[in-house]
T-cell receptor, first 114, second 115 residues
Framework: GAGVSQTPSNKVTEKGKYVELRCDPI?????LYWYRQSLGQGPEFLIY????????DSGLPNDRFFAVRPEGSVSTLKIQRTERGDSAVYLC????????????FGPGTRLTVL | AQKVTQAQTEISVVEKEDVTLDCVYE???????LFWYKQPPSGELVFLIR??????QNEISGRYSWNFQKSTSSFNFTITASQVVDSAVYFC????????????FGEGTQLTVNP
């Protein structure tokens, strides 16, 4: 079956602009996660959805970051007033949820803020 | 608080050598889960293994094996008879029961296998 997909694969924007990053999880996976990976670092947790609700958003760095999953499937990560420090690869993962299962990752969106 | 330490930043070996990647974790929970992921040059994280804190049995899968020791809070990964295709960044990760499903990753170990 299809894996986790993310669009766009690359996004270049200017400082101060608004961006949206999209994630399509594996069909049937109720849990969806967003991570951010800077160069040479491990992924850092941002937010976790179980179904439509954000079960844990403690990793969001500030209120410029927001994510939604309105129908319990596709999720969008939204970043307002982008800053150069937001440049990173944004990874999405999904899992069967309910218990701590393995998470399957998408290819990521490389965000560059000029 | 939870933390994962991968002290080896880079390892370089010659093909067919065995190599062990170290992972040390910190957690206050009695129930937790440990993972290894591989990130090849293409960038996509590939799941390798998941273990829970109550299962200390070592596991072998082909050329891969994992050694889980609660006494030293370590979950080391060994590749036997390494191959060039094993070249990648390998991440160890931890999930605590009290923190839900969020993964805390180590900094990763860049493994280069030379022909």
């Amino acid at each position: 079956g299809a894996g986790v997909s993310q669009t766009p694969s690359n996004k270049v924007t200017e400082k101060g602009k608004y961006v949206e990053l999209r994630c399509d999880p594996i069909s049937g996976h109720t849990a969806l996660y967003w991570y951010r990976q800077s160069l040479g670092q491990g992924p850092e947790f941002l937010i976790y959805f179980q179904g439509t609700g954000a079960a844990d958003d403690s990793g969001l760095p500030n209120d410029r970051f927001f994510a939604v999953r309105p129908e319990g499937s596709v999720s969008t990560l939204k970043i307002q007033r982008t800053e150069r420090g937001d440049s990173a690869v944004y990874l999405c993962a999904s899992s069967l949820g309910l218990v701590v299962n393995e998470q399957f990752f998408g290819p990521g969106t490389r965000l560059t803020v000029l | 608080a939870q933390k994962v330490t991968q002290a080896q930043t880079e390892i370089s070996v010659v093909e067919k050598e065995d190599v062990t990647l170290d992972c040390v974790y910190e957690t206050r929970d009695t129930t937790y889960y440990l993972f290894w992921y591989k990130q090849p040059p293409s960038g996509e994280l590939v799941f390798l293994i998941r273990r829970n804190s109550f299962d200390e049995q070592n596991e072998i899968s082909g050329r891969y094996s994992w050694n889980f020791q609660k006494s030293t809070s370590s979950f080391n990964f060994t590749i036997t008879a390494s191959q060039v295709v094993d070249s990648a960044v390998y991440f160890c990760a931890l999930a605590q029961e009290t923190s839900g499903s969020r993964l805390t990753f180590g900094e990763g170990t860049q493994l280069t296998v030379n022909p």
